[in-house]
C-alpha cells in the first residue's frame, strides 16, 4: 500500500446553500419537519424560495463541508461531485477549491442546474433544509476516480447519496476500490428521515465493511428502530469498528474496540446556525484520526470544529481551524 | 403636492456581494487601495476572484442597503437599479423584494451579467471592494419611473452612478422630476476616489438642489479638496440644506440650518465587516427624517443601523431594524 495523497476524499452532493431566517409559524405552514432535510423538486423550490426572506448563498454540501473543514485544519482532501455549467457551480467550484480541497469532477451543460438548498434558521439557531437535487442526482459511477479513492486514508460518504439510485452505484463502486486498496470507508448517515427511506441498505454497506460510522441520535435510532440511544450505540459498536456519535448539547460518544469515550461540547457564546454542526464536527474528528490523535483528541477536535461552525451562519468555517486549535493549546 | 406612497425611493447600482476574507498582503499584491472602491472590466473580476479564498453571495448596491434598512425599519421605499436575466440578477431581486422593498425596474437579457463586487475584508473589519459594473452600466433615462420618483418624500441617489455616463442622464432626470413635484433630493458621495473622479458635476449637482448630502470625511474633504474636515464641513453647510456626514468612529455631524448636531456612534462587540456603515446610517437617517424625528434621533437612528451592519458580513441587516430601535428606547 503507498502512501496516502489524501487524507480524506469525500462523495456527496455538491449544493450551494441560500439561508434565510424564518419563524416557527413559515416551517408549519410550509410542511417543513423543523431540523430535517427534505427533498423539493424545481417548482417546490422556486415557491418556497419566492416565499422566504432575504438570503445569504454559501457553499455548502455535507461531506463537501466535511472536507473544507477538514482542509481548514491543515489535511489534504480531495471532493467528488456534480456541478452543473452555471453560476452556482462556479461558485461551488471556487470555493472549495479556494479551501484547498482537490476537485476536479467536471461539470455537466445543459441537463439540470446545480444543487441548492434553502436552508431556514429559525431564533433557535435551529436549521431546515429544503434541497432541489438539480444535476446532483446525475453523479454516477463514471464520476469516481480511482487514483482519488485509492489515494486517501479515509473515503467519506455522505448518506444522503442514497436518495439518488444513481449516486448509490457511485457509492458502492467507491466502497470496493478503497476495501481493495486498504483504505478506511467512513460514512455518515446525514437524516432521520433519510436512514428510516434507506435503512436496509444502510444496514448492508455498514456490515459490510464501513470502518468509521458518524451519526447523531435520531439517526442512530432511526438505523436501528429502537427509542433506546444506549441500545442503537450498542448495536452500533458491534456493526462497525468504529462507531462516531453525536448528541448536540449533550456532546458525543465514540466507541472502539469494546471502550466508550465521552466528549464534551465546547462551549458557544450564542448558537446562530446549527448548519454544518454535524459536517464539521466529522471533519475535526477525522482530522485527528488520520493525523494519529487519540481518539479522545480527535472528538475534542470534532467538538471545536462544530463550536465554530455553529457560532454563525452556514456551514463553511469562517475561522482557520488549525490556528483555532493551536490557541485551545490542541497539539500539532 | 399628494401624499408620498414612498418613503424613500434610491436609485442606485444593483449588486451582488461576493465576500471574503483576506490578509494586507493581498491587498497590496492585487493594487487595491484599502478602504476603498475600485471599478474592474471582466477580466480583472475573474482573475482576481479565481485568487481570492472562499465567498459568501450576499445582495449589496449601496442605494439597495439603503432603501433594505429604511424598510427594516418599517418604511416604505422603492428602488431602481439594473440586473441581468441570470442568477446574481435572480437573488438580487428576490432579497430586496423580500425586504419589502418595491423594485419593478426589468431585467436585461443578453448583454452583459448583473453586476458584482468582490469585497475583501481585512482582520481588522475594514472593507476593500472590486466593482465589476456589467449591466448597471445599462441604466438610463429610460428606467426611471415617474411615478415612483414623484411618489417618494425623498428621492435618494448613490455617487457611484456618476461613474456611468449612461446613470448619469437617468440621475438629472430623477433630480428633475423630483424637484417639480416638490419632493426632496439627497445624494451620498459614495466614494473619496469617485469624488475625484467627478467633483465638478458633483458640486454643480450639489449646488443646484440637493436637499440632503450624505458623506464621510474623506469623501467630503475631497469634494472641497482640503485637508481640513471643519472647512469641508463648513462649505457642506452652505451649499446644501441639511449635511449629514459620518466620521468612523467619532460619530456623525448633522449641519442645518446654522446648527451643528453631533451624534455619537453606537458602541458594538466588534467590528467584523465595515461595508454597509454609511449605507445603513443614511437608512437609519433617513428613516427618522421622513418619519418625523428630529435631527439628533433620526443620526442616533443611523448610528444603530450602521452598528448593527458592522457587527456581522455583508451590508443587508440581519436583525429587524425596527425591533431593534424599539429595545433600545427610541420612541415610535
Sequence with gaps: MTAARYSVAAIGNAIVDIMGYCDDDFLAKHCAPK????LVDAEAVQTLYSEMGPGIEIS??????????????????????????DEFGRIFRHDISAAGVTFETAPVNGKAPTSRSLILVTPDGERTMNTFLGISTDLDHGEVDAAVIEGADVVYLEGYLFD???????????????????????????????????????LELITSGVGILFANESEITSLYETTSFDE??????RDTRLAVLT????????????????????????????????????????????????????????SLAAAEIISHLGARPQTNLAELARSRGFIF
Design 60 to 85: 455548502g454540501g455535507s461531506a463537501a463541508n466535511t472536507v473544507v473543514g477538514v482542509a481548514s485544519f491543515g489535511g489534504k482532501t480531495a471532493f467528488i461531485g456534480k456541478v452543473a455549467g
Design 232 to 237: 442503537a450505540a450498542r448495536r452500533a459498536a
Design 35 to 38: 431540523g430535517s432535510m427534505r
Design 247 to 302: 448528541r448536540s448539547a449533550k456532546g458525543s460518544l465514540i466507541l472502539s474496540d469494546g471502550k466508550a469515550h465521552e466528549i464534551p461540547v465546547e462551549p458557544v457564546a450564542k448558537v446562530v446556525d446549527t448548519t454544518g454542526a454535524g459536517d464539521l464536527y466529522a471533519a475535526g474528528f477525522l482530522y485527528g484520526f488520520t493525523s494519529g490523535c487519540d481518539l479522545s483528541t480527535a472528538g475534542r477536535l470534532g
Design 164 to 202: 439518488q439510485p444513481q449516486a448509490k452505484a457511485a457509492f458502492r463502486q467507491a466502497v470496493a476500490l478503497a476495501k481493495k486498496a486498504g483504505r478506511t470507508v467512513a460514512l455518515t448517515l446525514s437524516d432521520g428521515f433519510c436512514v428510516d427511506r434507506h435503512r436496509t441498505e444502510f
